[in-house]
C-alpha cells in the first residue's frame, strides 16, 4: 500500500511564500511522474505543476514564475516552491503521484488528502 502524505500549508499575506512537501510510503519500486492540483472552493481541481522522473517540468499558466516544483528522489519526495502569492491562489493543494509498487507493473496514479493554503489580501 501506498500512502502520500502533504505538509506546509497554512495562512500566508498576499505577496508571502510557502512551500509545500509531499512524500511517498509503502510499497514502491519506482516513481514516475509527480506533482500538485489545487481546488478552491466551488471550483474543479486543477493542475499546478507537474515534474516527470527525469526532472522536466511544466506549469498552470496562473503560476509560472511564481511557482517551482522539484523532487528529491531519494527520499520519494515532491516539493512546490510558492512565491509571490496571491489570493486566487487560495486552495487545498493535492500531491499526485504516479508509483509503480513492482517490476514489471503498470504505474498507478495515488493522492494525497490534500493541504490547506489560504492567502490573505
Known amino acids: 500500500q501506498v500512502q502520500l502524505v502533504e505538509s506546509g500549508g497554512g495562512l500566508v499575506q498576499g505577496g508571502g511564500s510557502l512551500r509545500l512537501s509531499c512524500t511517498a510510503s509503502?510499497?514502491?519500486?519506482?516513481?514516475?511522474?509527480m506533482g500538485w492540483y489545487r481546488q478552491a472552493p466551488g471550483k474543479q481541481r486543477e493542475l499546478v505543476a507537474v515534474?516527470?522522473?527525469?526532472?522536466?517540468?511544466d506549469y498552470a499558466d496562473s503560476v509560472k514564475g511564481r511557482f517551482t516544483v522539484s523532487r528529491d528522489n531519494a527520499k520519494n519526495t515532491v516539493y512546490l516552491q510558492m512565491n509571490s502569492l496571491k489570493p486566487e491562489d487560495t486552495a487545498v493543494y493535492y500531491c499526485?503521484?504516479?508509483?509503480?509498487?513492482?517490476?514489471?507493473?503498470?504505474?498507478?496514479?495515488?493522492w494525497g488528502k490534500g493541504t490547506l493554503v489560504t492567502v490573505s489580501s
Open positions: 499526485n503521484s504516479n508509483i509503480v509498487d513492482r517490476w514489471y507493473a503498470d504505474g498507478m496514479d495515488y
Open positions: 509503502g510499497t514502491i519500486f519506482s516513481i514516475n511522474a
Open positions: 515534474i516527470s522522473s527525469r526532472g522536466s517540468t
